[in-house]
């Protein structure tokens, strides 16, 4: 057995990053939770209202022109294959980026690799010997590339069987597996891309991070133009295998700066800059040290009047246990203790991390939490697996159908995301310190505005879904009788929206403590069965529609069961007055998407029957919701007008 490492101070994860420019450092607001760590004073500054305004528009203008960039993609896929056998089998092949995508970039990995590189840059920015941040990537790429190898290459092998498995009534086999072969890359390529993505992210750069699925889209549009005529859809699994290796080489010159950095102290950093980094220059250092130095090993806090340094009262240091015995979510938190370990480093002190041998006795802790992680992000975007298996036995279309009006109903949900993305450091260091207060306040806040964004994008949905689809893609082999269906399909996606928001904002605040629970692949597995329970049920009536209500009904279920967990076993948030929040843009949008589809309906042209509607809807909810008193209104307009001024990048 590995012995205990003697007291250290535990140093702070990753400074925060707050769209919503909150105050993240101040101690009079704190509320330590009983048996956690005592909080430790961070050692990097927090970010600028600057710099978080910048960090919030730059990734919303990426997001945008990847979700435009997205559309464009559809776009070209209805207009030179239409809604037939060949779309639908590339659309099978489709599920294995679409899975790797949500496992290795957006969701799984970086919910255990942002955490990992944020104690290493924490630890680079404290100074000492060695470097924290390339010994973690000395250690964990080889591996992981390996591994990311071997399923990719298994993939690949198996497409066969995986086609099978997928859509056993798939008229078009062969053309599946071909598309399925070539898409199999991704798991190689999308992996790498997310291990740049989450140290990049620790680094405190978006804007590489934020910039992979431009360049992603532009590769599989180009080469659907350019190769279409000759290969048909099979082009497209070509851009989607090109693609994924331009979502690393779009990373890789900024992350091998970051590697190249030289290790500073944290008096030299204090003596050479006070701002935060650039959002994705080398003009300043990516991490900026707090103006209080760390104490020494074992010496007492410092007793001076700086606001933000430790209380006399709290202790300077704790033992750091593999067991996690005793401690609540502190900064010395098992998840951090297996990442020491599989750093190949021991704690170090104030002075910084040194080599050694660490702790192994946490990492079966670290091991498990990645299960979890892994386990949940895979249960969930199963739901796709089922609306395949099920659509694959109806006539020729229904996937693309599902398919087109998936990616335009989640664009509102992509946007209200995005805000959770950045705040999750927040969380994390919230309650890596014990602050539950300034977790709760921060989640209860991310709830308020992801639902009101959501809410009013599920309205605009339901108000103008046939004027949306016909604008966007009918021509070419795109028909009216396609625009029809896949608009049905769309508005009763719409009613889901607010589940999979939910689901995807809530599960951060489950793992962002860095230990494992499996209570959201619980909540999720719940919902699962309940979209194949009514799917089954109901797709031989309602067919395509009775596939996405399924969907909606499940994930609903998923989202109501962590919202109902999440006092015990993650941010104690005030459950009831969360979902009373919540329920006044609910009733906000049944009204606008009402009244909003009256208004649209009437109108014969598509572009001013979404112009009128569209208007409509926005009136109605913001009125109406104000009227209400929803929280998450005033903010939401003020991130579109407000931060306009710090849009300009140097």
Known sequence: MTPTPPPVPSPPPVPPVSAAGDAVGDKATRAVVPGARSPMPPEVAPPTG???????????????AAALLGLGRDQALSYLFGAGSETDAFLVAWTVPEFAATLLIEDGMAFVLVPAFSVAVARRARGGTGDPVRSLVATTLPRLTLAFAAAATLLILGAPYLVEVLAPGLPNHRLAVDCTRLTGTCVLTFGLAGYCSAALRAHRRFVAPAAIYVAYNTAIITAMFVLGGRWGVRAAAVGVAVGGGLMILTQ????????????????????????????????????????????????????GTDADAAPASEPASEPVSGSGSGAGPGTGSRAEAGIEAEAGTKSGSGAGSEPGSGSHAARPVEFTLIATVLLFALCRQSQVLIERFLASTLPAGAISHLNYAQKVAQIPMTFSLMLCTVTLPVVAQAMAEGDTERARNRVEKDLALVSCVVLLGAAAIVACAPQIIELLFQRGAFTGEDTAATA????????????????SALVRSYFSAGRPTWYPLAAMAAGLVTTSWIGTATVGSWGVLGIAAANAAGITVSALLLLHGMRGRAVPIRTRQVVAEMSRPVRAALAAGAVGMYCAGRIDSPVLGLAVGGSVVLLVFVLLASAMGASGVAPALRSVTRRLSHARLR
Do not use: I, N, W
């Open 488 to 503: 049905a399909v769309m508005r009763v996606y719409a009613l889901g929206l607010l589940g999979h928001a939910l689901v």
């Open 252 to 303: 890789l010159p900024s992350l091998l700066r970051q590697l190249r950095r030289k290790t500073r102290t944290a008096t030299e950093e204090r003596a050479t800059t006070g701002a935060p980094a650039a959002l994705g220059t080398d003009a300043a250092p990516a991490l900026v040290p707090h103006s209080t130095p760390a104490p020494a090993p074992g010496a007492p806090p410092s007793s």
């Open 50 to 64: 600057r710099f978080l305004a910048k960090a919030t528009l730059v990734t919303a203008a990426l997001t945008a």
